[in-house]
């Protein structure tokens, strides 16, 4: 009966299906190099190379995977396009991904002005050359069932933990000379 009649009560909570709903975003930061061009594409053999020779580094530069040609892609920081001035032009580029530094946002779908405005106030602020890879992003559902149905229940008072802790002593008190028969 409860349910059919669709109002809330204290067995029936009604929510809008946004409120389950989450966006797992992946956060990528650039792969840093120490002694690098900063102004060419490293192609992913050279950029094992690196690797290997212990060159990367948080310190370095960071290593441009892929040049767009002007006026091709526009600068979206956010996504990865980071605008970038080399041999004079204004050009678009890409960095490769740290993959030590990934890591991953769980966005609710009713977060106000959604992803972007979520890392943009989360994420940014701690990593500047941080941005999201769109093609890594899933949705996902949790329905928490203590944060909508659990009802907390109000703290006993000092006084009365203080009190039950001091019969507590006074019973169990000589309990242990008891027990390791001291005193025979």
């Known amino acids: 009966e409860t349910f059919m009649k669709f109002e809330k ?11 389950f709903g989450y966006s797992k975003v992946t956060v990528e930061r650039p792969l840093r190099a120490r002694g690098i061009d900063g102004g060419r594409a490293y192609a992913p053999k050279e950029i094992k190379a690196l690797k290997e020779e212990g060159r ?24 990865g396009l980071f605008p970038l001035t080399i041999g004079g032009k204004r050009l678009v580029v890409e960095y490769e991904p740290n993959s030590e530094l990934r890591d991953t946002e769980t966005v609710p779908f009713t977060e106000p002005g959604g992803i972007e405005a979520f890392i943009r106030r989360e994420v940014l602020p ?29 703290l006993r008072a000092l006084d009365a933990i203080r009190a039950d802790i001091l019969a507590l002593e006074r019973e169990t008190d000589g309990l242990m000379a008891e027990i390791i028969g001291a005193g025979r």
Request: net charge negative; aromatic share 10%; proline share 6%.
């Open 9 to 19: 009560s204290e067995q029936s909570c009604i929510f809008d299906n946004a409120e």
């Open 56 to 79: 990367i580094a948080v310190d370095g530069a960071p290593v441009i995977r892929r040049i767009h040609k002007p006026g091709k892609v526009e600068a979206d920081s956010l996504r």
């Open 126 to 154: 701690h990593a500047s050359d941080a941005w999201i890879d769109e093609s890594k992003t899933s949705i996902g559902y949790e329905i928490s069932f203590a944060r909508y149905f659990y009802k907390p229940q109000p």
